[in-house]
């Protein structure tokens, strides 16, 4: 490798949160969490540690994974993936919604799931009760199989499968007391438990800590390097570092990996929580540090594994029978109101009932923005004829905020630019006299601005209106909405605004670029 090779974190960039990352061979897997987005907990792949495309999901089939009614930041938390006699095993939270009144009151479920590949089909979850968040698996030296949970580290012992609990929860470390002990991991190494924390929960002040004990159940030791990870600059553009694991490379070299977020023009995580990578260091005394203790890096030295990059950008011309491994739905689609195969080369939607700002929406299509700046197009035949029909380009963040560039009829066929911003849809331009022709969207996304064209050519682009100061579309910007944890994704809808009907948007092809 030459020594002049390096990287930049994030890694993992866009809506990548809570990475959790596995060496099989000279391959390495990557989970994430999807939340209320279908289909569930993302699989990637890299060869070199820091180039990554994902593979498959670990939950794909809708009947296993009910979403229809999840809140929005609800859903996947937290997947924990681990390489064992062969197998592959995914552990996740199912965060319920906050009532808890469809199930007798609890909040979260443990869901667990094997597979002999890594990008599976993966066995249909099995549900283990244990009503916390961030399971992982540990197997220690006897083979004993753990489930580690927050909150701080607890162990709940497990069947040789891995599929049942068979004792009780005990407490391994409590953590160090800071608020929000999380995310924990549990690690054997040089006779040592070292239990991983992350605390100071996921916004700005978010970090990692590590104890370590002779024995499983203490009493265990606080590192001295603690915090081995937190971002100590509030200016820096890499804030809230943490939640991570240990992985060593083929090398011997140890590394980690954990979620941040990147300020865009101020404290704003517009795309999302993503994952980073760091060169860990162990002391003399058996302790270790990440990054010399200097917090998240910007550039790295890459690790020395030969390079294997993958495509960052999409163009998708709809002409597979399947969608790309970049598309999530918001929640289970209604797979009988899209096709790829109705109209070849096209994605058709239906429109049907269920607006953006409902959760009952159905086959809303994104994909993870990844970078502050960005363009994505598409080209759409829509054809509405009655009041509310509407389909076209979407920046989503959630039921409560995104914008919506629409094709629509409101007693005339129109083009809207329409934002939410927690308070109700706001109509913000449009264009009337649209002809009855197909028609190309665009949104050009230049850090806090995003601004919208379109054409009837793919060429004479314009604008239709400029959105300043995007504040909405990340986890900060809406003080009053309490749970926001995912990240901003941009694609394609249709829904027919509540008019009842069943008409076809067809999409042509949808372009992003960095």
């Excluded at 698996?137 to 199989?145: A, P, S």
Aim: proline share 6%.
């Amino acid at each position: 490798m030459s020594e002049e090779r390096v990287y930049h974190n994030p890694v993992q960039r866009g809506f990548f949160p809570d990475p959790s990352v596995i060496r099989v061979g000279e391959d390495y897997y990557m989970v994430n969490s999807s939340f209320q987005y279908f289909p569930a907990i993302p699989i990637s792949h890299s060869r070199d540690m820091v180039h990554w495309h994902i593979i498959g999901h670990a939950i794909a089939n809708p009947e296993w994974l009910d979403l229809s009614e999840t809140k929005d930041s609800h859903g996947i938390w937290a997947p924990d993936i681990e390489y064992v006699d062969g197998k592959f095993y995914i552990y996740a939270t199912l965060r319920l919604n906050a009532d808890g009144k469809r199930d007798n009151n609890v909040m979260r479920r443990q869901l667990a799931m094997v597979s002999d590949r890594p990008e599976g089909p993966y066995s249909k979850p099995v549900c283990l009760e244990v009503d916390d968040i961030d399971p992982s698996l540990f197997v220690d030296d006897d083979g004993q199989k753990y489930m580690v949970i927050a909150k701080a580290a607890r162990t709940v012992p497990l069947s040789e499968d891995g599929l049942q609990v068979t004792g009780p929860i005990r407490t391994a470390w409590e953590g160090t007391g800071e608020r929000c002990p999380e995310g924990p991991h549990m690690m054997k190494k040089d006779g040592y438990y070292y239990a991983i924390l992350a605390e100071g929960g996921t916004g700005i002040g978010h970090g990692i800590n590590v104890a370590r004990s002779r024995e499983l159940y203490g009493d265990y030791e606080v590192s001295p390097y603690n915090p081995v990870m937190r971002q100590m600059d509030p200016e820096a553009l890499l804030q809230r570092a943490g939640h991570g694991k240990l992985v060593q490379d083929q090398n011997g070299q140890w590394w980690c990996y954990y979620l941040c977020g990147r300020r865009n023009q101020g404290k704003y995580t517009t795309i999302g929580r993503e994952s980073a990578l760091d060169p860990v260091q162990w002391t003399e005394d058996g302790w270790f540090t990440i990054n010399e203790g200097k917090g998240p890096s910007l550039m790295q030295k890459a690790p020395d594994l030969p390079e294997c990059v993958f495509p960052r950008n999409l163009f998708d011309d709809f002409d597979d029978d399947r969608l790309n491994l970049e598309w999530e739905f918001v929640r289970n689609p209604d797979n009988g109101s899209w096709s790829l195969t109705e109209r070849p080369g096209y994605f058709r939607v239906w429109t049907r009932d269920g607006q953006l700002n409902e959760i009952r929406a159905k086959n809303t299509l994104l994909r993870r923005e990844q970078e502050l700046s960005y363009t994505a197009e598409t080209k759409v035949e829509f054809y509405p004829d009655r009041n509310g029909e509407q389909a076209g380009l979407t920046c989503y963040y959630s039921t409560a905020t995104y914008a919506r560039c629409s094709l629509c009829y409101e007693d005339g066929r129109k083009l809207q630019l329409v934002i939410n911003r927690n308070h109700g849809e706001e109509l913000m331009a449009e264009v009337t006299g649209v002809k009855e022709a197909p028609v190309y969207l665009k949104v050009v996304v230049e850090k806090l601005t995003r601004t919208f064209y379109y054409s009837y050519d793919g060429e004479g682009w314009q604008e239709i209106g400029k959105l300043e100061n995007c504040v909405y579309l990340c986890d900060e910007g809406v003080p009053d909405d309490p749970k926001r944890h995912t990240g901003t994704l941009v694609g394609l809808y249709a829904n027919n605004g509540g008019c009842g009907s069943r008409k076809p948007a067809d999409f042509d092809y949808f372009k992003y670029e960095d």
